[in-house]
């Protein structure tokens, strides 16, 4: 398809999707400054509140992720995406009458996750759809940066709602955002058709054999690798760096709280640059070879991250700011190249089934990440050893990306349908 094929409707899908999966991020990270007053509402402990506050919703965002993959290829990414929301939308809602019990936040927030997984696996599908290539990776650095600006949101304004709404209420507000999401999604059922859109085109015996085919494809599983260990490296990163600025030695560098995460709000931003700048860079820098963007910038990202070992840059704020910007700046780009790559590659009646494994399996690194650096930090009472795991992490990531090579057996395919 020539460019001019694709209407104009398409920035209004990008705005859906951003304000989508904003809304996620918020709800994603709203309870974790507010454990204290969770466990004091269920008078438990903190871990206990942690757990029940965060695990359904990280658990289900990735099954989420699984199944809303599948159901964007069998009926549709509009049908599946706005069913979808409203589940997410129910569950924040819900929040000030059930919440108040460990059972009903159990539910609830697993119902959240499960309807905000098919919005963070669904980029490949409404990439492939709405876009032209050299548009693509532009739609995935942007709303790799709506998510991050979510959570920064999230962490910033939840605090202060709560003040005023208590915990619940705080969901509940960001829950409104995602209604506003799920209307337009309303809306956008009885717009235009996409380009990519393909009713009947494919029998689904025929996307059956295409897709198992997919499994036995090298990339595809390399793929997975690597936002595997970007959702480890993020996670893992995210929840050691703060501590490790902030306490005092021999495990931290005692700069204290607040220049913790004034200096992390800056990483923050410079994360959700690099997504930004991802497909920018890809094209001008490496000529459109997502492969050599993903190997070097996990490399980059590593080499950043271990840097704030050295006491030539963690004995002086600015350049422990400057180390951190750039890791920040090069941890965002992977993630939206692979979800790039998937959509330029693969037909799009399958990109929905492709994606949503993809992001459903490598949401599941975060988990590990975070329980791997909490390990070793327990163990060793530093972060030294969590800090190199993380690194490790990044290099298992550029390996796994020599894998990422176009799978020639789509080749003409993706051409037909999607380009």
């Avoid at 304004?157 to 705080?170: C, E, V, Y």
């Avoid at 689904?204 to 390399?222: I, S």
Wanted: with cysteine; glycine share 12%; charged share 10%.
């Amino acid at each position: 398809m020539s460019k001019a094929i694709y209407p104009k409707y398409r920035w209004y899908v990008l705005i859906i999707f951003c304000l989508a999966v904003l809304a996620q991020g918020m709800l994603l990270i709203a309870p974790t400054p507010l454990v204290g007053d969770i466990a004091g509402l269920l008078d438990t402990d903190l871990g206990t509140a942690t757990a029940v506050a965060v695990m359904p919703f990280t658990l289900m965002v990735a099954i989420g992720g699984i199944l809303g993959g599948y159901f964007m290829d069998k009926i549709g990414l509009g049908k599946t995406c706005t069913i979808s929301t409203a589940l997410a939308v129910v569950g924040a809602l819900c929040m000030p009458l059930f919440g108040h019990s460990i059972p009903g936040i159990i539910v609830l927030r697993a119902l959240q996750g499960i309807g905000c997984g098919p919005l963070i696996a669904s980029g490949p599908r409404v990439a492939a759809e709405w876009f032209p290539p050299d548009e693509r990776g532009i739609y995935q650095g942007i709303t790799g940066a709506a998510l991050s600006l979510g959570i920064t949101s999230g962490l910033m304004a939840g605090p202060f709602i709560a003040a005023k709404s208590g915990w619940l209420g705080t969901i509940a507000a960001f829950g409104m955002i995602m209604l506003i999401a799920l209307i337009m999604l309303i809306i956008y059922n009885f717009g235009p058709k996409s380009p990519g859109h393909l009713p009947d085109r494919q029998s689904g015996e025929k996307a059956n054999e295409e897709f198992k085919l997919v499994l036995k494809l090298p990339v595809f599983w390399c793929t997975i690798i690597c936002v595997f260990c970007l959702s480890w490296v993020m996670q893992a990163y995210n929840d050691l760096t703060p501590g490790h600025i902030a306490v005092p030695p021999p495990a931290g560098l005692n700069m204290g709280p607040k220049l913790a995460g004034a200096i992390m709000g800056i990483y923050t931003l410079a994360f959700m640059i690099g997504s930004i700048c991802s497909g920018f860079i890809t094209d001008r820098i490496f000529g459109g070879r997502i492969k050599a963007a993903v190997i070097t910038t996990f490399i980059l990202t590593a080499f950043f991250c271990v840097s704030v070992l050295l006491p030539i840059v963690n004995s002086n704020p600015v350049t422990l700011t400057i180390c951190l910007i750039l890791a920040g700046f090069f941890m965002g780009q992977p993630n939206p190249n692979c979800l790039t790559f998937i959509s330029k590659n693969y037909p799009v009646h399958i990109t929905g089934t492709v994606g949503g494994l993809t992001m459903g399996i490598g949401i599941f690194g975060g988990t590990f990440g975070v329980a791997a650096g909490s390990t070793a930090l327990h163990i060793t009472g530093m972060y030294v050893v969590s800090i190199f795991i993380v690194f490790a992490v990044c290099i298992a990531g550029a390996l796994a990306a020599i894998g990422m090579n176009s799978p020639g057996v789509f080749k003409e395919a993706s051409r037909h349908y999607s380009c």
